[in-house]
Structures are given as C-alpha cells and as structure tokens.
C-alpha cells in the first residue's frame, strides 16, 4: 500500500482480479476447422508425413497446436477405436483443401495403408487377418471437427483435448495479451488492487454525496522504482458546471441530474485530465517557468473548464497535490487506471489513446460499457493465475471490448475485480451498485 492511502486510511476491498477475455477470444473461442484424419501403422509415420508435405496449400491453415499424430487412448471417447497397438491415429488435411475421395485415392496408391476395423469396443483388440493382406490397403479416413485457434492456458488446452483432438497448449495467444505477459502484469497489480478499488469508490461516493456527480471513482498509479504511487483520483462530476459548480438543491426544482450531463465530466476522463494538468504542472516546475495559472483554457462564467480537469473535492486536492510525479513522461503511458465501475465507449476510447497500460473496472455496465468483450469468460486466463476453471454465462453487453483490439492502433491487458463477499468495513459495492442505473453511461 502507498503512503498515501495509509494516510487516508483506506481499507483494501476483499476480492480477486479476472482477466478479461478479448473480443477475439470470445468470438472464436469455441471456432472450429473441419479435418480429415486416419489411422495408419505407426511403421508409416514418415511416409504420411511426406505426402502431408505434399498436398497442395496444406500449409495455409495453421494446425500447430494440435498433435499431428496420437495413439487412440489419447483421443477424445467418441473418436477411440479398437485398433492395433503399433497404430497411431493422424490429421492429413483441412477438408477444405480436397475432396475425400481424391484424399483416399492419393493414400491409397502412394502409401501401403492397411485398413484396421472401426470399433467403439476398445477391449476388442483382434484383426482380421483379411483386412491385412497386401491386397486390401484401402485406407480409413475420416472427417472431424478440431479447434481452429490456440488454446490460451493449460485448462483450456485440456478441455479442447477431451472435446476435440488432443491440444498443444504453447503459452502464445494470437487472439489477446502473451499469456507469460499477463501473468507477470496480474502478478504486479494483484496485492494493490483492492486498496486502489476502494479509493476509487470512495471518490465516487464523494462525488455523489456533494452532488458533483453520480457514484464512479476513477483513480490513476503510476509504478517507478519498485512503488506504486496514486497520481490522481477522480469522481464523476458530470453536474459540475451545469448552471451551478456543486449540488445544491438536490431533489428540488432546480436539480440538474437530469439527462446524460455534462460527459467531459466521466470519472475516467476526468482522471485523465487531471493527469494532463498534473504533467503541466511538473514541466513548469521544473522548467523554472511561471507558475500555472490556476484558470483552465475554456472555463464557464463559474470557473469550470470544459475538462473538469480541476479537483472538486478535498480527497481529490489531496491526491492530485501529491508531488510524486517525475517531469518528462508522455499521455498516461504505462498507468494503471482503476475505476468502480466500466467506462463507457467514449472512456474506453481515451484509455486506449491516452496508451494506458493497464485497466481494472469493477462493476459491469452492460448497457453502456465498452471495455468488457461479447460476455465474461472465465475459463481461459484466470485458469493460469488463480488455478481456477470456473466460467459462466452473463448478459451479452455490448461486446467491444475495447481494451484489446487489432483494428485500434493501442492495446491493453484488462481485469475486472471481482468482490469475494467477505465485507470489510468499508466495502460497499452494494451501495454503489444501486446508486448508478445500469442504463447510465459511466
């Protein structure tokens, strides 16, 4: 914990950090390629192999995470067959490459197959010896489904094996973060997480109880030299601005919590312009320049810059006078953004161009967020980092999944924390929850 949440006196959350699924992996998780395969003599492994080379375009469709050739108790139980003990079972092809009788014909007149008896009793173990004879070397092919990408853990490797075909697991992910990558980055974040969770929805509950805004907290760490320190915190201030600079008269005629607000004032963009305040600040500083006018470019006739990039509460001075920032640094490249609850698409947008190097949300927004993919998976990452398979099935969103994406020209890794219902004092999810309507955009 940072100096100066000891000060503050903030109480970690209980709970735990899940990975977040990208909206590849979830869209192609279960994306399948239809093969042939064929059970062959073991003795002819390196003929099989050759003529594999030579089928034309056998190399377009990546198969590397799966095993080329495997003994038949290896195989998923509705693939085993009663074969010899010196056979082994093969993928050959994409079905998509050629024809199965033009497959066949090549095996059979190219290779000296033998075709063994297709069983499903494993215990019968005899051949007939007619289907042996030099005569009959029809060969036995035969076209299946097997997973189309990598597998992204060990558990997922294990659970395409036993659906699929046996599956290489080689710690590389073509749909999302490097798996060794995200283990190193859940490492570096995990003991500091929940201290930096409750701070963000301590700064929500502020900016709802003074009337600023609705209940979301945002706060900003930077890690250098082995510290993670709390750069800025931010609450929503949404009201702030819209014909009064605080809540007065709240539930009255006057109220101005009506409508989306003023959406500059989000919790995450006004984290990220008090970052870009607090980088001024420092290059004035340390450029021996005239102080920083305390008056923001675009201010209202109430002194409320379109940015909201000043603090509006004294939580949020305290943290943001903090002299803990070096001069030099470059948007919010390499930060850690915590926020209570999913940005919305617009803040989900200004993470990835602000180049922020990690995010962790708390409570899911389906109707509004754009940080979480199509649903939540839970079977892949978390399976390396928390040595559990446990997934589930929730309400679709709206499936960005911005945090992770090949057409944006930035990407992160991404959690979400999950509350282990073990409340400590000042844990108040709950609380928070039912303060933001799901409808509203965060």
Known sequence: MTSSLVALDIKPLNGHLVSLSTKREIENRDKTI???????????????????????????????????????????????????NDSLHVILAPASLLRRDELKSLLTVTLPFQRFEQ??????????????SPDDNTAEIRTIPVPLYPPTSRVHAQALSARYWPTIFTNSNPLGPPPADLV???????????????????LGREARETGCGVGAGAVVVERAKGKANVLVGAGDGRWVGRGRASGEDLGGEGDVRRGTGHIPGHATMRAIALVARKRRKVARRHKSAEP????????????????????????????????????????????EMYVSHEPCVMC?????????????????????????????VRDQYDSIVEGSS?????????????????????????WQWVSDHQASENESMEETKSDVADDIHI
């Open 292 to 335: 920083m006018s305390d008056r923001s470019s675009g201010e209202d006739q109430e002194g409320v810059s379109i940015f909201v990039d000043k603090p509006l509460t004294p939580l949020e001075s305290q943290l943001s006078n903090q002299e803990n920032l070096d001069p030099g640094g470059y948007l919010c490249l390499g930060l």
């Open 119 to 132: 069983s499903r009793d494993t215990t019968t173990s005899a051949i007939d010896a007619d289907l042996q």
């Open 348 to 376: 989900s947008m200004a993470l990835v161009h602000s180049r922020f190097g990690k995010a962790v949300v708390g409570e899911r927004m389906v109707k509004t967020g754009g940080v979480f993919g199509p649903e939540l």
């Open 184 to 202: 190193k980055a859940h490492a570096a974040i995990k003991d500091g997480a929940g201290s930096f969770m409750a701070l963000a929805q301590m």
């Open 390 to 414: 446990e997934s589930r099935q929730v309400e679709r969103g709206l499936g960005y999944g911005m945090f992770w994406r090949e057409d944006l020209n930035w990407r992160f890794p991404a």
């Open 34 to 84: 239809d093969v042939y395969t064929a059970t062959i003599p073991a003795k002819s492994s390196s003929a099989v192999v050759a003529l594999i080379n030579r089928i034309p375009n056998n190399t377009t469709t990546s198969l590397i995470h799966l095993r080329r050739f495997t003994k038949s108790h290896y195989l998923p139980e509705h693939l085993r067959t009663s074969t010899p």
